[in-house]
Every structure is written in C-alpha cells, then in structure tokens.
C-alpha cells in the first residue's frame, strides 16, 4: 500500500476533474436498438442492502475517488447479477490509482478511467463500453440503474454537502446554497434510488441525495455495460457494435 503521499487537505478525499465527454461518443439511447422494449425501472430499488459494509478503499485520505467508484462498481454488478467477479481490495485500488496518476495524488478524469477500463481494464476486469447519459432524463437513469445495476456519476461537493454526511444527513439544499462555494469534485455510482431520491456509495456507506440536489450539482452521469452484463445475457437491446466503433476511435 502506498502511504507516502500526501492526504487531501478536505475532510474527505475528493479527486474527480472537471467532466470531459470524448467528441464522438454519442449519448446513451443513440445506442439502443430501435425495436428496443426496454421495461419501465421499478418505482424503488435498493439492492444495496445485500451489502453490509463498503469499504473507504482509501478516500477518506488521497483523492481516488474514481478508483474506488469503480471497485463499488465491481461489487454492485456482482449483486445485480448474482456473480461473483474478484473485487479490489483497497491496497489493489490505491496501486491502480497511483499507476494511473503516475504517483501523485491528483484528480482522474471519469471519462479517463472509463476509457483505461475499456480499452486496459481494472483488477482484470474489462466493460464492454460506457456511455454518457443525459443529466436532467431520471426516468433515463433510474432505467439504467435498474437494467446495469449502476450509473457512474460525477457530482460538485460543498462544505454542506460534507457536514451533511458527517450527520448521517440526506444532501439536500440548504438556505443559500446558491452562493456556497464548491470545494472539489466527486465520483460516486448510483447504485438505488426511489421517487425523490438517489443513493449513491461513498466513503465507506450509502449516501442518500436528493434529485433536487442532484439537478444543482450533478455533472456528468455514465451508462456502463459490464462484462457480467454479456455473462447474463442482459445486452441483446444494446448496439454494441456501434458502441465499440465509437469508443475504439477516441
């Protein structure tokens, strides 16, 4: 484990960069085959409860908050589809992170790691593709959730959204949020969610945030389609040949 960088200044470890959508990657339903019959998400799903413990994977001290989204990733496909793919330890998370930031405790890029993950894989383990997703369509969201068991999202934190989780508190908005500052970035995969609501995993547990909070500081939201996906034969309503066209010329 490596122990001799310096932890980030926040209370938390933050270490998401501003989003970047790679010219040429098209949205999500551009992929969808047109006799797609995809089902309506049901109005609830909290499969996360299955999991008892999340582990910190080392963000609470260094910024690899992209690495340690993709290891809960891992574990939550594993539920989604009743496999049990090897998920990183947090010795394993922290060597992949500093591989990828050459040694230094600085923030990933999500479409970076997307791209590593697809074209390299993490922990040996490959996704079939990634996508962005609209921000502002939950329906849109809320189905992904449902039919690839996340939704890989990037989010602007503020000092109220860290003292909210201190207090076991939902991140909503606050009187004057408008004109709060932002103190980093953040990658977290939705993993449930319910009428009003998201739940995402982060530092060590399951945090819950509102879609108005959500409409505030959302930036950027993914679609991944995970080799346990193909495994469980949940991709025939993807076009995924086109999908693999797009992404091998970026």
């Given at each position: 484990?490596?122990?001799?960088?310096?932890?980030?200044?926040q209370g938390?470890?933050?270490?998401?960069?501003?989003?970047?959508?790679?010219?040429?990657?098209?949205?999500?339903?551009s992929?969808?085959?047109?006799?797609?019959?995809?089902?309506?998400?049901?109005?609830?799903?909290?499969?996360y409860?299955?999991?008892?413990?999340?582990?910190?994977?080392?963000?609470?001290?260094?910024?690899?908050?992209?690495?340690?989204?993709a290891?809960?990733?891992?574990?939550?496909?594993?539920?989604?589809?009743?496999?049990?793919?090897?998920?990183?330890?947090?010795d394993?998370?922290?060597?992949e992170?500093f591989?990828l930031?050459?040694?230094?405790?600085?923030?990933?890029?999500?479409?970076?790691?997307?791209k590593?993950?697809?074209r390299?894989?993490?922990?040996?383990?490959?996704?079939?593709g990634?996508?962005p997703?609209?921000?502002?369509?939950?329906?849109?969201?809320?189905?992904?959730?449902?039919?690839?068991g996340?939704?890989?999202?990037?989010?602007?934190?503020?000092?109220?959204a860290?003292?909210?989780w201190?207090?076991?508190?939902?991140?909503?908005?606050?009187?004057?949020?408008?004109?709060?500052?932002?103190?980093?970035?953040?990658a977290?995969?939705?993993i449930?969610?319910?009428?009003?609501?998201?739940?995402?995993?982060?530092?060590?547990?399951?945090?819950k945030?509102?879609l108005a909070?959500?409409h505030?500081?959302?930036?950027?939201?993914?679609?991944?389609?995970?080799?346990?996906?193909?495994?469980?034969?949940?991709?025939?309503?993807?076009?995924?040949d086109?999908?693999?066209?797009d992404?091998?010329?970026i």
């Open positions: 484990m490596v122990a001799t960088k310096q932890p980030a200044e938390q470890g933050h270490g998401k960069a501003a989003p970047q959508f790679p010219p040429g990657l098209q949205h999500y339903q992929y969808l085959n047109p006799a797609a019959n995809l089902p309506d998400p049901p109005d609830v799903l909290h499969r409860q299955q999991v008892l413990r999340w582990p910190l994977d080392g963000n609470a001290k260094y910024g690899d908050c992209s690495m340690a989204a290891a809960h990733a891992i574990h939550a496909w594993n539920i989604a589809t009743s496999q049990s793919h090897p998920v990183p330890d947090t394993e998370v922290l060597k992170y591989r930031t050459k040694g230094a405790d600085i923030p990933l890029v999500e479409a970076e790691v997307l590593h993950w697809h390299s894989g993490l922990w040996g383990h490959r996704i079939l990634y996508t997703i609209s921000l502002t369509d939950i329906h849109l969201i809320k189905q992904a959730v449902y039919l690839y996340l939704v890989f999202v990037g989010v602007k934190l503020t000092n109220s860290e003292h909210q201190k207090q076991k508190k939902e991140w909503s908005l606050q009187r004057g949020w408008k004109s709060e500052a932002i103190i980093g970035g953040h977290v995969p939705v449930g969610y319910d009428k009003d609501s998201f739940y995402v995993v982060t530092w060590g547990r399951v945090q945030l509102s909070w959500w505030a500081y959302g930036d950027e939201a993914w679609a991944i389609f995970p080799i346990q996906l193909e495994e469980a034969g949940g991709c025939d309503h993807l076009n995924l086109q999908l693999h066209a992404l091998k010329r």
